[in-house]
């Protein structure tokens, strides 16, 4: 079975910025949606940070990301599994209050894991990694430690990995923490890096500057094969002259 992987959504970025909303909505509408259509790819897996700011949401942007996302994945039945990030919560030691989980609850297709979760994609194990802190950290690696799923996808601050293009993250957890596993994907860094086991997929579209020149986009992972296909973005909104 064929999945999209998709993280750092970001809804709401740059103080709720109408161009960065067309600029999104354009990803979305031109390519994300259509490929997902041409493919009938049934299943998304969101790898954290759906909304840009922690505190509130603003009404426009709660609107049109309602309607040109949420309502579009259950307009096409896409099962939809939410791996809660960092800026979707709302305090900094627990994700029990969330963005996600307030916003999306009328929405039968849309699965939100605040926890660390062993979960079956098609035939695939796969262990659910959310936005590890005080409250969850202790349950978090238990699970991490037991579990016999060879995949984890997650929210993970690794030390290591490119935070950015040009900046490598000299803090956060040390990356053998799931070295038991065969694949991990991650959101949270904005860039695609990795080291051959532990993939940063990257965000689907420019935010910062810093995303300048920075190939963006979503991919394809095939749960039997284990195939990794990145679909780039061809779409840009920074541009020097």
Same mark, same amino acid.
């Given at each position: 079975?064929?999945?999209? %992987?998709?993280? !750092? /959504? #970001?809804?709401?970025?740059? +103080?709720?910025?109408?161009?960065?909303?067309?600029?999104? *909505?354009?990803?979305?509408?031109?390519?994300?949606?259509?490929?997902?259509?041409?493919?009938?790819?049934?299943?998304?897996?969101?790898?954290?940070?759906?909304?840009?700011?922690?505190?509130?949401?603003?009404?426009?942007?709660?609107?049109?990301?309602?309607?040109?996302?949420?309502?579009?994945?259950?307009? %096409?039945?896409? !099962? /939809? #599994?939410?791996?809660?990030? +960092?800026?979707?919560?709302?305090?900094?030691?627990?994700? *029990?209050v969330?963005?996600?989980?307030?916003?999306?609850?009328?929405?039968k297709?849309?699965?939100?894991?605040?926890?660390?979760t062993?979960?079956?994609?098609?035939?695939?194990?796969?262990?659910?990694?959310?936005?590890?802190?005080?409250?969850?950290?202790?349950?978090?690696?238990?699970?991490?430690?037991?579990?016999?799923?060879?995949?984890?996808?997650?929210?993970?601050e690794?030390?290591?990995?490119?935070?950015?293009?040009?900046?490598?993250?000299?803090?956060?957890?040390?990356?053998?923490?799931?070295?038991?596993?065969?694949?991990?994907?991650?959101?949270?860094?904005?860039?695609?890096?990795?080291?051959?086991?532990?993939?940063?997929?990257?965000?689907?579209?420019?935010?910062?500057?810093?995303?300048?020149?920075?190939?963006?986009?979503?991919?394809?992972?095939d749960?039997?094969?284990?195939?990794?296909?990145?679909?780039?973005?061809?779409?840009?909104?920074?541009?020097?002259?």
């Amino acid at each position: 079975m064929k999945i999209a %992987l998709l993280t !750092d /959504t #970001h809804f709401g970025c740059r +103080n709720d910025s109408p161009a960065f909303i067309e600029f999104q *909505n354009k990803f979305y509408n031109e390519l994300f949606f259509p490929y997902m259509q041409q493919y009938d790819i049934k299943t998304l897996v969101h790898l954290g940070d759906v909304v840009d700011r922690r505190k509130f949401i603003n009404h426009n942007t709660a609107h049109n990301f309602k309607l040109k996302f949420w309502d579009k994945l259950d307009e %096409l039945n896409i !099962d /939809t #599994h939410i791996i809660i990030g +960092n800026h979707d919560t709302y305090y900094k030691n627990t994700n *029990n209050v969330n963005a996600v989980d307030l916003l999306l609850r009328e929405y039968k297709n849309v699965i939100v894991y605040s926890e660390a979760t062993e979960v079956k994609l098609d035939k695939l194990g796969v262990v659910f990694v959310p936005w590890i802190n005080k409250e969850n950290e202790e349950q978090t690696l238990k699970l991490i430690k037991k579990t016999k799923h060879t995949c984890a996808m997650g929210h993970l601050e690794l030390s290591g990995f490119r935070a950015h293009k040009n900046v490598v993250m000299d803090h956060g957890m040390d990356k053998d923490v799931f070295s038991k596993f065969s694949t991990v994907f991650s959101g949270h860094y904005h860039t695609r890096s990795d080291n051959g086991k532990i993939y940063y997929l990257g965000n689907p579209y420019e935010i910062y500057w810093n995303d300048w020149k920075d190939k963006k986009g979503f991919h394809i992972f095939d749960t039997e094969t284990l195939e990794l296909e990145r679909i780039v973005n061809p779409y840009t909104i920074h541009e020097k002259i």
